[in-house]
């Protein structure tokens, strides 16, 4: 499926304000996702860097294709992972319309993961990850996301 506008995020900023733009002016959807589901999957990723309740993948697994995946987002290679499917537990509720509460615990997440200063709990995905990492995967990632997603009153890219 095809991605719908190119998107060049810098900082866990970047990512609300471009939520918050697509929430307040609205967008066209070229993903099987809205906005809120979109946010619902982002809330979940970041839950689990963020409290680190996640049973961790195993070893083998985290070390090899976790590394790997955590490495090409950290370089923000997340080109052609589209199509790929999520954890089932990461996966949204089908909704046909978006759900304001859903956005705001998204935003409001984004937020906390912005602020943070203490070290995140051991990632379930990888062997090993610091909070400044994690924040550049959790950035490249909603990225991915959005680009799905284009302001109705927009024909450029957004960052």
Known sequence: MPK?????LDTLDDVIKDIQSLRDRGYSQGGKW?????CEHLTGTMRIGLDGTMKPLPYLARATLGNFVFW???RRVSRGIAGIKTMPELEPVDRDDDDQE???VCLATLQEARDRTEPIP???LTTSATLDQWRQM???HAQHHLEFLKPVDSNESVG
């Open 4 to 8: 719908i506008r190119r998107v060049d």
């Open 34 to 38: 809205n906005l809120s589901q979109l």
């Open 72 to 74: 090409l987002f950290t």
């Open 102 to 104: 859903v956005i705001s």
């Open 122 to 124: 051991p990632y379930a």
């Open 138 to 140: 959790m950035i490249v």
